[in-house]
């Protein structure tokens, strides 16, 4: 990866849509779609999980079987125990695994119902069944429940999960709590790549992603519209829109392949497919480059 060029993995159809009522599969597909056809070559699809837990995701497979392989496309799905990550393997169009693990106690139960030390034994486990796995740590800017958390207790964590078998860390602000100067403090405890999962609870997503760029992050979950949150964490909001963040790294003169206006139109597509505006400004209000070449 050359230093210019940010993998931005659309994390939409998966954490954009948990928190909504369930829309169909085929209206799903169309958004995935969209996603694709705007530049997206990695992107957070499913989740297998309970549909009881979280009936958005229901239709996991279906919705894989629909979307098939796709050529330079890294195909996610998010699994929260071996039986999820079963079920990703046998679609034959998984790529990578998501698997979240909280370094806060009070949310790690009320996500997986399990503690901290028990979520690490069934990462390991997840680990097992042939796909790359992508350790997401939640909670690691800081807790609503436990406050904040010490740098050097997320790099434990991180590093516990490296030799659970994790091929990528990831680090989650799942209620918004991150602040640049936390973003700095953490990353630079972290050993290794990291990349960077923001939400826009307090409106700092992308300041905090401006931060983590210039600490050398070049991995960022986004999602489509600015849509997302955990519906296990009070106060959890939408992540930070993935129209936003491209918009602010094509004038960064960074690379990412997405097209922003491409990415506009996928959030115009979803907020149809709710039947609501989604929260993100550059959706509304467009990229500035737009005016930059007299598009008034």
Same mark, same amino acid.
């Given at each position: 990866?050359?230093?210019?060029?940010?993998?931005?993995?659309?994390?939409?159809?998966?954490?954009?849509?948990?928190?909504?009522?369930?829309?169909?599969?085929?209206?799903?597909?169309?958004?995935?779609?969209?996603?694709?056809?705007?530049?997206?070559?990695?992107?957070?699809?499913?989740?297998? +999980?309970?549909?009881?837990?979280?009936?958005?995701?229901?239709?996991?497979?279906?919705?894989?079987?629909?979307?098939?392989?796709?050529?330079?496309?890294?195909?996610?799905?998010?699994?929260?125990?071996?039986?999820?990550?079963?079920?990703?393997?046998?679609?034959?169009?998984?790529?990578?695994?998501?698997?979240?693990?909280?370094?806060?106690?009070?949310?790690?139960?009320?996500?997986?119902?399990?503690?901290?030390?028990?979520?690490?034994?069934?990462?390991?486990?997840?680990?097992?069944?042939?796909?790359?796995?992508?350790?997401?740590?939640?909670?690691?800017?800081?807790?609503?429940?436990?406050?904040?958390?010490?740098?050097?207790?997320?790099?434990?964590?991180?590093?516990?999960?490296?030799?659970?078998?994790?091929?990528?860390?990831?680090?989650?602000?799942?209620?918004?709590?991150?602040?640049?100067?936390?973003?700095?403090?953490?990353?630079?405890?972290?050993?290794?790549?990291?990349?960077?999962?923001?939400?826009?609870?307090?409106?700092?997503?992308?300041?905090?992603?401006?931060?983590?760029?210039?600490?050398?992050?070049?991995?960022?979950?986004?999602?489509?519209?600015?849509?997302?949150?955990?519906?296990?964490?009070?106060?959890?909001?939408?992540?930070?829109?993935?129209?936003?963040?491209?918009?602010?790294?094509?004038?960064?003169?960074?690379?990412?392949?997405?097209? +922003?206006?491409?990415?506009?139109?996928?959030?115009?597509?979803?907020?149809?497919?709710?039947?609501?505006?989604?929260?993100?400004?550059?959706?509304?209000?467009?990229?500035?480059?737009?005016?930059?070449?007299?598009?008034?």
């Amino acid at each position: 990866m050359t230093a210019d060029r940010v993998v931005v993995r659309e994390v939409g159809p998966r954490d954009g849509l948990q928190p909504e009522a369930p829309i169909a599969i085929a209206d799903r597909v169309a958004l995935i779609d969209a996603l694709l056809a705007a530049g997206v070559t990695s992107i957070e699809a499913v989740a297998f +999980v309970s549909p009881s837990a979280v009936p958005a995701m229901a239709g996991a497979a279906e919705v894989l079987a629909e979307i098939g392989r796709r050529d330079g496309v890294v195909m996610t799905a998010l699994v929260p125990n071996p039986r999820g990550a079963e079920m990703a393997a046998s679609t034959g169009v998984v790529d990578e695994l998501t698997a979240t693990i909280s370094i806060s106690e009070t949310y790690n139960q009320r996500n997986v119902h399990m503690s901290t030390e028990e979520s690490v034994g069934v990462f390991g486990e997840i680990c097992s069944f042939g796909l790359p796995v992508d350790a997401v740590v939640s909670c690691a800017f800081g807790s609503p429940y436990e406050g904040d958390i010490a740098p050097a207790d997320v790099a434990s964590l991180c590093g516990r999960l490296r030799r659970e078998g994790a091929a990528r860390i990831s680090l989650a602000d799942t209620t918004g709590m991150a602040t640049p100067r936390r973003i700095v403090e953490v990353v630079a405890a972290v050993d290794g790549d990291v990349g960077l999962h923001l939400h826009e609870t307090r409106g700092t997503g992308l300041v905090n992603a401006y931060a983590g760029l210039e600490v050398g992050v070049r991995r960022f979950d986004t999602s489509v519209g600015g849509l997302g949150g955990s519906p296990f964490a009070a106060g959890a909001a939408g992540n930070v829109a993935t129209e936003g963040l491209v918009a602010l790294l094509d004038d960064l003169g960074y690379e990412t392949g997405i097209d +922003v206006d491409a990415m506009c139109e996928a959030a115009a597509l979803v907020g149809s497919l709710l039947g609501r505006d989604v929260p993100s400004p550059v959706a509304h209000a467009g990229p500035r480059s737009r005016l930059a070449i007299g598009e008034r």
